[in-house]
């Protein structure tokens, strides 16, 4: 389907096409790269209309960045020619940043400051006079929900509630094209809802609205998909032209004497297997063909196929690297000779006890006296939204925050008294990007191993397990700044296990990472899980719940929820609701607890 196809969907035929909000004619754009020229954008053609949305996805790399910075007018095209609003990039920048709305991955707030004051600040940069801003104030503070909040300082507000303030910012001058750069990146699925409905809001009254993103699930409330790889624009299409191929592709798949993570890793070693996903009560397949591939005590159902079924099989069959399923089946185990986990009923040894943790924060308690334990081979998510106090609890865990009061014991040892010799078998990966940037991939790949006391023969078996595992070795002398954020995940993974941990903490690992290397990820977690690894994560990916043997849901600062994605889910199953998502669960758990606490107070 042409890149043009979806600008005329609804048309009259012969009629003229409608003016573009946007327009990318042979767009190309190149970056120097030390001594080498990347070519981010090669030719692309598009039209982006007025009164839509329009998603932007691709893998990492795929141009999605480079294309919202074109159409902000903050690059400039290395040939062909982009048109906002019927202006030219290359000479009416000024006038086209006065029109639109542009909102970066971190959209830079003022945290010193507060909400009210934080528009003002931009109200000011954008030249609004003290007349119209303060009818726009109001609408934009109403809109957001940030009305009782405009005196609280912008620091101390959730990671949702800041998203929406950098929106209300992005929307001061009412704009004629919104630009959306990932805006709900590390966002929990309560507020990434109410961030949609604002961009359907915008839509409705004429804007148009291009977004980038990494949940799939978000391409599905788009009118129209561009979908980019390698520079290229692969389709341009309403989401139903991406899923209709796919009629009778997608199965979910259920055995009732094997675990799901097993199952999983059965099916996606089959030959036709396009995609294997844990969810909800099974496993969801995509295959070449339409022949189920059952085995002995499968029981497999044809489901409706989603975007995201599009999304990978179109994506993987464009892969030029090596598959990584293969890579992943001849990977040796990260830890030799550990014993492999069969059932989560099988845990004997309990590697993490909370009992009645908390945290103050002055007369502020972050975290209330919660208790959970974690067993040895253990998937173990901690979830709840923006300000739940996960953060907190994960870094009392990993010893990075002193609680103060309760018990805390890690690896048999309590992190209050002996904080070192806990943290010794504990492998770590944060929320952002925690490398030393400006080192290269082996420079910090040869500084984890020395911190790790790693030395002589099994250091060098350590540096060249990591460069083989993560494919590292073609950036091994790249600055890690300058990797992809796909191979940074792979750096900063093989550096916690350079000294071979028994606990692996994992703070929202793959926040803004593509869906591919998604699955890779957790394939390799998965295979960690299986070695005996005990692996701790947070995520607001709700899918990749689905992954953990238990799970612990908090709000508040409390636990709402302990048990397994399925009791969890049967929490909140009704006639109404019979069969909820993970998802379905978050949000109505955490809305009910949090009603509850308002008519308390």
Excluded at 244 to 257: I, K, S
Aim: charged share 20%; aromatic share 6%; proline share 4%.
């Amino acid at each position: 389907m042409s890149a043009n196809t979806e600008a005329s969907a609804g048309a009259v035929r012969g009629a003229p096409a409608p003016a573009a909000a946007l327009e990318l004619v042979a767009a190309h754009k190149q970056f120097k790269q030390g001594k080498n020229t990347v070519d981010a954008l090669k030719g692309i053609d598009a039209r982006f209309q007025q009164g839509r949305i329009t998603g932007l996805l691709g893998p990492d790399g795929a141009g999605k960045t480079t294309l919202i910075r074109l159409a902000a007018a903050l690059l400039l095209p290395s040939a062909g020619q982009v048109l906002v609003l019927g202006l030219d990039t290359r000479h009416q920048a000024t006038a086209i940043q006065q029109r639109i709305g542009y909102m970066p991955q971190r959209f830079g707030l003022y945290e010193d400051l507060t909400v009210q004051e934080n528009l003002e600040l931009y109200a000011d940069l954008q030249g609004l006079t003290f007349a119209a801003r303060q009818q726009r104030f109001a609408e934009l503070l109403k809109l957001t929900a940030l009305g009782p909040f405009s005196a609280r300082r912008a620091g101390a507000l959730s990671g949702g509630m800041k998203q929406k303030l950098g929106l209300a910012c992005t929307l001061l001058r009412a704009p004629s094209l919104l630009l959306l750069d990932e805006p709900t990146v590390g966002v929990d699925p309560i507020s990434r809802r109410e961030l949609w409905s604002i961009i359907r809001l915008m839509r409705d009254q004429g804007v148009a609205v291009v977004v980038s993103t990494a949940y799939l699930d978000e391409a599905e409330q788009c009118d129209d998909i561009v979908l980019l790889h390698d520079g290229k624009v692969l389709a341009h299409q309403p989401p139903e032209a991406f899923r209709t191929p796919l009629e009778g592709h997608a199965f979910l798949v259920r055995h009732p004497q094997q675990r799901r993570r097993a199952l999983q890793e059965s099916l996606r070693l089959r030959p036709g297997v396009v995609d294997a996903l844990v969810q909800a009560e099974g496993v969801r397949v995509v295959l070449q063909g339409t022949a189920a591939l059952a085995q002995d005590g499968e029981q497999w159902e044809v489901m409706p196929p989603r975007f995201e079924d599009a999304f990978v099989s179109l994506l993987q069959n464009r892969q030029t690297q090596t598959d990584a399923s293969a890579r992943l089946q001849s990977a040796q185990p990260a830890r030799e000779g550990a014993p492999v986990q069969t059932a989560p009923d099988d845990v004997a040894t309990t590697l993490i006890e909370v009992k009645d943790l908390r945290r103050n924060f002055g007369a502020f308690q972050a975290v209330k006296g919660i208790s959970f334990s974690v067993g040895k081979g253990e998937v173990f998510g901690l979830l709840g939204a923006n300000g739940a106090g996960k953060s907190t609890t994960f870094r009392m865990l990993c010893g990075l925050l002193p609680a103060s009061s309760g018990t805390l014991r890690v690896a048999g040892a309590d992190l209050r008294t002996a904080g070192a010799s806990a943290r010794a078998r504990i492998g770590y990966v944060s929320q952002k990007f925690a490398l030393y940037s400006n080192l290269s991939a082996r420079q910090n790949l040869d500084f984890f191993a020395s911190a790790y006391g790693l030395k002589g023969g099994k250091r060098q078996q350590r540096l060249d397990w990591a460069f083989a595992e993560f494919e590292l070795a073609d950036y091994a002398d790249s600055a890690a700044m300058d990797l992809p954020l796909g191979y940074k995940q792979r750096l900063a993974l093989a550096c916690a296990l350079m000294h071979e941990p028994s606990i692996l903490f994992l703070d929202e690992p793959t926040s803004g990472v593509d869906p591919l290397a998604r699955r890779e990820f957790w394939q390799r977690i998965n295979h960690l899980a299986e070695s005996g690894v005990t692996v701790l994560i947070t995520t607001h990916f709700m899918d990749e719940a689905e992954y953990c043997d238990h799970l612990v849901l908090m709000s508040l600062g409390e636990i709402l929820a302990f048990g397994t994605p399925r009791e969890i889910r049967g929490q909140v199953r009704s006639a109404a609701l019979p069969d909820p998502t993970m998802e379905d669960a978050f949000i109505a758990l955490i809305q009910s607890h949090e009603a509850q606490i308002r008519r308390a107070a």
